[in-house]
């Protein structure tokens, strides 16, 4: 299919989760009560000791308390509630102040609405939080960027609009006599688990891709969780890193059609073809096989897409498909001959139904 280049730097870059301040070193806090929604974005940290700051909060923060007015089991609900409503994701209770340790109403109130809440010790001031914040957000950003022009250059040599050269010269850990390289492919942007050897991270629009050596991104393929699709491309000599690219890209496309990782192997089928082909060679099927037919079930509803879609599906039968549509088979050969005689294919062979799964390949599921 044709694509869109990569899009400019003004994506999103990664943000600080609950449960990573849990993992600051210099910051000893703990979680008490449930672990729910420590996978939250935390966009900032506010202190107050109101039991509605609502009015004061934009989502997304770590709210910071003493507890000096949550006296009571109503109280404690009060200034859930009110965090609840503004989109808080989390409470850092400061300990030894007023309390040593959280109220347990407070405690219940934010279980019972999935709200963490964090032991605070004496010794962190609560301008730990903002001042850690602003550190991590800058460096999540310094990174998102590099990740975006690695992409960026990722895919320009994918896609023939740069050289390999260029990449190898300036990733220059990558390029060593006797290393052969692989990649790494899959939807979304977040966070990668730890990659063992030298690899670059890449955004390709909606997409990461890791670039790296054959033996750190074999690990990172089986590390991955099962419910994590991947496309993965090479190993090959890094003067090949165009294939190794090209390769994870339509590996992933296929990954997602089946529902399952796929790798080079996986493109050496029809289906992995088909997500290689641009637009422009797939126009004539998409203009001399599908439209002809969907013209046709427009104007006389005739069903013949949906008989062509089974038909295919049911690896050429026409017993099968009449079976599955409760159609006579008589029926079934009728419109596999009205198609015919739309396409000038004979679908009933093998060359004719290659041409129908490409031509289909264009047309939007249903």
């Given at each position: ?5 990569a ?9 600080v ?19 729910t929604?420590?996978?939250r ?18 989502g ?62 004496r ?11 602003a ?15 690695a992409?960026h ?8 609009l ?21 990649a ?60 190794v ?11 997602l ?6 790798g080079?192997?996986?493109?050496a ?44 599906a049911h ?6 498909t ?15 001959d ?5 396409t ?21 599921p249903?």
């Amino acid at each position: 299919m044709t694509e869109a280049p990569a899009t400019p730097a003004t994506a999103v870059p990664l943000q600080v989760r609950v449960g990573d301040m849990l993992r600051w070193p210099d910051v000893p806090i703990d979680l008490l009560g449930s672990t729910t929604g420590l996978d939250r974005h935390v966009r900032w940290a506010q202190a107050t000791e109101l039991l509605d700051p609502s009015p004061f909060l934009r989502g997304g923060e770590v709210v910071l308390t003493t507890g000096l007015e949550l006296r009571g089991a109503a109280e404690c609900r009060q200034f859930v509630d009110a965090l609840v409503r503004a989109g808080a994701v989390a409470i850092g209770y400061g300990v030894d102040v007023v309390t040593s340790r959280p109220p347990g109403p407070l405690l219940a109130a934010a279980d019972a609405a999935g709200l963490p809440v964090l032991r605070v010790p004496r010794t962190v001031p609560f301008v730990t939080f903002t001042e850690r914040l602003a550190q991590e957000q800058t460096r999540m950003w310094v990174l998102a960027q590099d990740r975006l022009a690695a992409g960026h250059l990722f895919d320009a040599v994918r896609r023939g609009l740069a050289d390999p050269v260029v990449l190898l010269e300036r990733f220059g850990e990558l390029d060593r006599p006797g290393v052969e390289l692989a990649a790494a492919c899959f939807a979304g942007r977040e966070r990668l688990p730890h990659v063992p050897g030298p690899h670059r991270v890449g955004y390709v629009r909606d997409r990461t891709v890791v670039l790296g050596t054959a033996g750190a991104v074999a690990e990172l393929v089986a590390s991955m969780a099962d419910d994590v699709l991947l496309g993965h491309g090479g190993p090959a000599a890094g003067r090949d890193v165009r294939r190794v690219l090209g390769e994870a890209v339509a590996a992933l496309d296929v990954a997602l059609g089946r529902g399952r990782t796929a790798g080079p192997r996986d493109l050496a089928s029809l289906d992995g073809l088909l997500h290689r082909l641009t637009a422009e060679q797939l126009e004539p099927f998409r203009d001399h096989v599908l439209r002809p037919v969907v013209e046709h079930d427009r104007k006389r509803s005739a069903s013949l897409l949906a008989t062509a879609r089974a038909f295919l599906a049911h690896d050429g039968s026409v017993a099968r498909t009449a079976a599955v549509l409760y159609l006579h088979p008589n029926t079934v050969r009728k419109r596999l001959d009205r198609i015919d005689g739309l396409t000038g294919l004979e679908v009933r062979e093998p060359a004719g139904r290659v041409a129908l799964r490409i031509a289909l390949s264009s047309a939007p599921p249903g």
